[in-house]
């Protein structure tokens, strides 16, 4: 069995355990600061979103030399055409001879003017270059049923949950933890400065399920371990909740490293062969929000059920019993009191049970001597000794 192997066996007997939901509050305080970095780059940065959802014009040419000064001579020459609101273009390669240009929304008479100039400045046929003209409420359009989709998403899930588990807490925890998972991808785009597409968008609404699906799993082990927890005194609820994340964290830990392998093999081969694409807007949220739902479905989404759960009476109650049990296990640990087994009734002390223990019985028995048994009993040619005999059942009347 491998390394990881023999921990995760561990981890699942109960033999080594590491207290997530105990030092709730450093995730909460790190999930808190990643949340408001998110949203101040979004105030501040904005999103750079692609030109399908601000409009504009998309020049494409392919079978061209691309050098180094390559992007840099397009974008002089496309600025040089002094086009109206032409603003900054984008110049991108795609693999090793396409080239692409975006640019604001142009009038017809600018956009000729436009592609003549990229044609000329890569030494192709102007009609080589391929133009494509994206107007804004496509875009708004893309938009708002992504927004209506994360809306139904959200509500569905919420029902879902929680007619699963019985418990409208899980369902609050598993969609805080959600939310938290998007802000942060969200803030991530908008502090690095990535495109936002319809790919980007895509990829958003598949990291929803996947961070659903590890959530799902870790709350299922806690309500197997939580199941008729009050009527026992061993555990509190946040007890049995890290104990379910320790069991379950091997799995999600080789869960989320297989899925993160294919899909940044994919980013590495949109990005670095191909270029700018679709592939690479896709790749690239899928593998962030692999990662940021691992994290929350680890330390956040159990976290924020155990905060919710500690607060009903019933497990308020729990906490103060295992409390008391464990105070006075370990008050007994420091005074160093032997514990007879069974002995101790009543209030009793040892030095009680030790001289009951001493005491000789009243039918003059010493000790060591076997009583004898007031069931018939007759001599045996195997062992050679008396052996009780029994009537058959017939004999017995039953």
Known sequence: MSKLGTIGARLHRGEISYDFIGKRKIWFAVSIALVVISLGALFARGLALGIEFKGGVEYQTSSVKITDDTIADVSSAVKATNAKDLGDPVVTTIGGEKIRVQTKPLDQADIARVTDAIAKELNVPTAQVSTSQIGASWGSQIANKAILALIVFLVLVFGVIWIYFREPKASAAAIIALVHDVFITVGIYALIGFDVTPATVIGVLTILGYSLYDTVVVFDKVRENTRGITGSNRYTYSDATNLAVNQTIVRSINTTLIALMPVGSILVVGTVVLGTGPLKDLSLALFVGIAVGAYSSIFIAPALLAQ?????????????????????????????????????????????????????????????TPTASSRPVRPTSGAGRPQPSRKPRSKRGK
Do not use: C, H
Not at 339 to 368: F, N
């Open 308 to 368: 919710f759960k500690e607060r009903e009476p019933g497990m308020q109650a729990l906490r103060r019993r295992v409390l008391a049990k464990r105070a006075a296990s370990t008050s007994k640990a420091k005074a160093g009191t032997p514990v007879a087994a069974g002995a101790v009734v009543g209030g009793g002390s040892a030095t009680d049970v030790s001289r009951l223990q001493d005491k000789p019985k009243s039918s003059g028995a010493t000790a060591g």
